[in-house]
């Protein structure tokens, strides 16, 4: 299952040293503005203590984990939307992921530029949120003059789209996020071709300086405007010291929490950005484990059982039986498979079983 997460930003705000951070793949990261062109990919690994246990529980030879792509684009500039910046580009290159991580400089520091000259988080995200509404402002009134003859034909889907398009024109208009319109199900289902960008999931990344200013965590008119903004938005967000995290990138794990502690910093930024992620794209993990592999599957929150056994492969969904599956917890407490089904914590479930996160499961197909 292949999802991606673009990081976007204005330039200078950190999204290169993040991809690095995240992904231990060399990128250009400079002090100046659209040092990257080109978007890197990279395919990072979701981390998961619980696949671990199995994996020692079972003796596995390999452990795969859960991945989720993310996607370095360079930075986006007031007028992107016109083309400013090599603003065609970049917006092409957002409306190919699925979802969005908008990274924002947070600390002072006189020695790395902003491209405004002075850090205001509020007015980066209005920035990059504005280019974003206007650029899918245009797709809307261009597919809304395109229109107009399916619907004068009769054609239902294309009526549902007009009326999508008019409540989508609406709500941009007023400066507003797409996904902010009030769409039913049927229209959504028609707008979703359109690719909008602001009809992704979005989450926020606060690059923040360990030892540095860091306004939302002052008494900052700037800090107290965006954590407000934050709350209101009920948005996902994280904090991350990418600078640290790329230092940090081939570090070995004992030695890097050690250096985090000394930093105050509780666990990896990188490592919480990554589940949040992955929460942002509504997504669970179930489990397969045995001797030869102990792996992490993705599947989207309310899949059914016949769904989850397709990712494994799709002729298992075409000829699934049923599945047996516990909890990751009941069965590291049983010690291994034949252990929990003879203590009856194995259960048999049917078509309509709704995948858990943290399920292990085997499947039955024909």
Known sequence: MSLSIGIVG???????????????KSVTAAN??????????????????RLDQLAAMSGSEKTLPAIVEFVDIAGLVKGAS?????????????????AIAHVVRVFDDVDITHVH???????????????????????VVKRLSTIGKDVKAGN????????ALEKLLVTLESGKLARAARLDEKELV???????????????????????????????????????FLEDAGAYWVEVDASVED??????????????????????????????????????????????ETRAWTVEKGSTAPTAAGVIHTDFEKKFIRAETTSWQELLEAGSWNSAKGSGKVRTEGKEYLVQDGDVIEFLHS
């Open 10 to 24: 204005l330039p200078n705000v950190g999204k290169s040293t993040l991809f690095n951070a995240l992904t231990k």
């Open 32 to 49: 100046f503005p659209f040092c990257t062109i080109d978007p890197s990919v990279g395919v990072v690994a979701v981390p998961d203590a």
């Open 82 to 98: 016109e083309g400013e910046g090599l603003g065609n580009q970049f917006l092409a290159n957002i409306r190919g992921v699925d």
């Open 117 to 139: 000259g002075a850090v205001d988080p509020m007015h980066d995200i209005d920035i990059i949120n504005l280019e974003l509404v206007l650029a899918d402002t245009q797709t």
């Open 156 to 163: 239902k889907e294309a009526v549902i789209l007009q009326s």
């Open 190 to 228: 028609q707008v979703k071709g359109l690719q909008l960008l602001t009809m992704k999931p979005f989450m926020y990344v606060l690059n923040r300086k360990s030892t540095g200013f860091n306004v939302h965590e002052q008494p900052d008119e700037r800090g107290i405007q965006l954590k407000s």
């Open 247 to 292: 230092e940090l990138k081939d570090v070995h794990w004992d030695d890097a929490q050690e250096f985090r502690r000394e930093f105050g910093i509780i666990e990896s930024g990188v490592d919480e950005l990554i589940r949040t992620g992955y929460a942002l794209l509504n997504l669970i993990s179930f489990f397969t484990t045995g001797e030869k």
